[in-house]
Nanobody, 124 residues
Framework: QVQLVESGGDLVQPGGSLRLSCAASGFTFSIYFMSWYRQVPGKERELVAAIASSGGSTRYADSVKGRFTISRDNAKNTVDLQMNSLKPEDTAVYYC?????????????????WGQGTQVTVSS
């Protein structure tokens, strides 16, 4: 079955950087859209960044454009999120998602498959 395992979350100071990684298994990774979402308590989960199956097309939330970069390695079945110039408002649990359709800004119930999440905290 689909398995997604996120790693790389941590406590970092404002202005710092983190790299999240998602290791995928149990499905044909190279034909799936891969995305990173984030969620804070009391708010809906929202799209941060997405990458098409070939890696040729990416999409970012306006709030992270120019600071975050999504990438994938179809040989290693991994998708990464490089996060630079982090801000306190980036604090959230970050989730990896795999789906056969383009990811929506706000996912509906049961959209694709999810990892367990990794906590990113940006604070001085």
């Amino acid at each position: 079955q689909v398995q997604l395992v996120e790693s790389g979350g941590d406590l970092v100071q404002p202005g710092g950087s983190l790299r999240l990684s998602c290791a995928a298994s149990g499905f044909t990774f190279s034909i799936y859209f891969m995305s990173w979402y984030r969620q804070v308590p009391g708010k809906e989960r929202e799209l941060v960044a997405a990458i098409a199956s070939s890696g040729g097309s990416t999409r970012y939330a306006d709030s992270v454009k120019g600071r975050f970069t999504i990438s994938r390695d179809n040989a290693k079945n991994t998708v990464d999120l490089q996060m630079n110039s982090l801000k306190p408002e980036d604090t959230a649990v970050y989730y990896c998602n795999a789906a056969r359709s383009p990811p929506p800004r706000v996912p509906g119930p049961g959209f694709g498959s999810w990892g367990q999440g990794t906590q990113v905290t940006v604070s001085s």
